[in-house]
């Protein structure tokens, strides 16, 4: 999403520019394990656009001290005119060979939607400028709601819950805007919190996995 990777860069501390080894990905189970869901979201996006008609949309953008630094491409179905995927690329790789390989891969969403056309699932990922070793961020949106209710739960690539959202207007009139983060969580799953017990939360979150399951990535 667009404006949580606003907000991660706009508080990235400063990185020496030399890094031992920042190109070449680091070898730990953490570092395995994201970089892998790293591999499965481009393969995913490779999927969604070989031998589609897909329009593409570029731009160029970087941050203070990285300049110009990616290339972003929105890759769009013609058919349904629904997002597939945006990839920033880095830039410091020359066409084609810059497109054709995860490892060039600055940040990467990959959406799914609903036969109505509406996101069910998002993913994406995310590595620091100066650093390739894992991403610094991982994240598998799995949405749901009922109703005028549109939630969702947050988990990152190792499986863990991070946040819950909940947006719109109950059965009974009520608006909601809840947001629920990684601090909050412990006491709304043990159930002693005043949200975990309210209608509200239990409305908007009935339709929407507790767990990443079989959603870790999307096979199809």
């Known amino acids: ?44 996006h490779r999927r969604r656009v070989d031998g589609h008609e897909v329009r593409e949309e570029r731009s160029v953008g970087g941050y203070a001290r990285h300049p110009d630094f990616y290339e972003e491409i929105r890759y769009t179905d013609v058919a349904s005119v629904r997002l597939i ?57 799995l949405h749901g709601g009922s109703g005028k209710l549109r939630a969702w739960r947050t988990f990152n690539a190792s499986g863990e819950l991070i946040g819950e959202m909940c947006r719109g207007t109950s059965a009974n009139g009520e608006g909601a805007w809840l947001d629920i983060d990684e601090d909050e969580l412990h006491d709304v799953q043990a159930k002693s919190s005043e949200i975990a017990d309210s209608a509200l939360y239990r409305q908007c979150f009935s339709t929407v996995p507790a767990d990443v399951g079989d959603y870790h990535t999307d096979p199809r």
């Not at 999403?1 to 520019?17: H, K, N, Q, R």
């Not at 995860?102 to 509406?118: A, M, Q, T």
Request: net charge negative; hydrophobic share 40%; with cysteine.
């Open 85 to 141: 995927s945006r990839i920033l690329w880095e830039r410091d790789v020359e066409p084609p060979l810059r497109y054709q390989s995860p490892l060039n891969i600055h940040s990467i969403e990959v959406n799914v939607y609903d036969k109505n056309g509406r996101v069910v699932r998002d993913y994406s990922s995310t590595y620091l400028p100066d650093y390739k070793g894992a991403p610094t961020q991982t994240l598998i949106f």
């Open 1 to 44: 999403m667009p404006a949580v990777l606003a907000v991660l860069f706009a508080c990235l501390c400063p990185v020496p520019a030399a890094v031992a080894g920042q190109y070449e990905r680091a070898h730990n189970p953490h570092a395995d394990r994201w970089n892998a869901f790293t591999d499965d979201l481009f393969a995913q």
